[in-house]
């Protein structure tokens, strides 16, 4: 595949050379005089200087050839103005676009801007699948379903530890689809008993996470235990 | 009708100033609170005395242009100091906010071009001052002898 990836940061600099490893052929283009000089002694011809949003400096890496456009500057305008040009003036098939401000994720999707990947949101996922006082754990955003799965774990003081599933009031557009126990995942029947120490992974219509932490919680602050 | 203004720089502070004496409703937004100083070049009074409304904000943030009143904006102007910048935030006065009359200020040619040729009206300096250049050569009249 040939693919242009712009900007030279750690980011772009390190996935040229990942691409290039693995056969592609590659063009990074750094508009910063001094990024180009330090990157071009290692990457050589396959680093190209200039600013990518000028059409010229793209038509000049050969984006009429590409396969792929990554825009990984540091900069979301940048990057959102990079990616639309190469999709929809060059007609380029595959792009990826980095937010550096998950704040302007928002501004990718309305122009449809996909996938946009940003490092913020990446950890923020981490920590809250590290830090169990989050509670519940978001595993999945299916966007354009409209879905969610999370994941939650019983705790002794949990209002729902020891209720039979079937006798659960659970919000509507929300649904149990498994529990983890003793490392054992099972899909529960209404005769369930669930017990604490469970994980169970529900998949709900967005929205609906505030009713389920009520549910799931403790019986008194509605928060969920960290077990 | 109500204008806002993005980018208070000499082109959108000019601007906002001319269409506030016309009488028009005029916000400006401007991540710099001190170019608030620049829209009050030249006028008596200060800018909010004379109705005019100042923020201070980047243009990609949704809360700024909300504030600044981008959901009554009939006329959205981007004239910040980056043609990308301007180029996007158009686009979201066009298509989230539905603002009826969008007019972004790009420098390049060439991106000027091709965003116009998508529906997006843009104002392009640098190409009038190439017209203007080359006009005025070809307006020359040498020294007479050639």
């Keep these: 595949m040939y693919i242009i990836v712009v900007g030279a940061g750690k980011v772009g ?3 040229a050379r990942e691409l290039l490893e693995k056969d592609h052929e590659v063009t990074l ?7 180009y000089t330090t990157v071009e002694q290692e990457l050589e011809h396959n680093v190209s200087y200039g600013d990518a949003s000028e059409l010229w400096v793209l038509e000049r890496a050969g984006i009429q050839r590409a396969d792929m456009v990554i825009a990984v500057t540091g900069d979301d305008e940048d990057n959102m103005l990079i990616c639309q040009v190469a999709r929809e003036k060059y007609l380029v098939d595959q792009i990826i676009a980095r937010v550096n401000n998950p704040r302007n994720r928002q501004h990718f999707d309305l122009l449809g801007i996909k996938p946009s990947v940003s490092a913020t949101d ?4 981490l920590l809250e699948h590290e830090v169990p006082e989050y509670g519940l754990v978001h595993l999945l955003d299916l966007q354009e379903e409209q879905l969610e799965i999370i994941e939650m774990l019983l ?14 009031q659970m919000p509507e557009g929300s649904l149990l689809i498994s529990v983890l126990r003793s490392g054992k995942g099972f899909v529960p029947t209404a005769d369930t008993i669930l017990e604490e120490g469970d994980e169970v992974l529900a998949v709900l219509d967005p929205g609906k996470e505030d009713e389920l932490k009520v549910l799931f919680g403790p019986a008194g602050d509605g928060g969920i235990s960290s077990g | 009708m109500f204008i806002l203004i993005v980018g208070c720089g000499r082109v959108g502070s000019s601007v906002a100033r001319a269409m506030l004496r016309e009488g028009h409703t005029v916000s400006a937004l401007d991540e710099d609170p001190e170019s608030h100083a620049r ?6 009074k200060s800018w909010e005395d004379l109705g005019g409304q100042f923020t201070v904000g980047a243009g990609l943030e949704a809360e700024a242009l909300e504030a600044a009143g981008i959901d ?9 100091d980056g043609d990308n910048t301007n180029i996007i935030i158009s686009q979201i006065a066009q298509r989230r906010y ?5 007019i972004a200020r790009v420098l390049d040619p060439l991106r000027a071009e091709w965003y116009a040729r998508q529906g997006l009206q843009t104002v392009c300096p640098t190409r009038v001052a190439i017209d203007m250049l080359e006009t005025a050569v070809r307006d020359s009249t040498g020294r007479g002898n050639g």
């Design chain 1, 122 to 125: 990446l950890i923020l996922r």
């Design chain 2, 39 to 44: 829209l009050e070049v030249g006028l008596e």
């Design chain 2, 72 to 80: 009554q904006a009939d006329v959205f102007i981007a004239s910040t």
């Design chain 2, 98 to 102: 539905d603002v009826p009359t969008v």
């Design chain 1, 29 to 35: 283009i750094e508009n910063d005089r001094r990024r």
């Design chain 1, 155 to 168: 705790g002794k003081d949990s209002g729902v530890t020891g209720r039979r599933v079937g006798d659960l």
């Design chain 1, 13 to 15: 600099w390190n996935l």
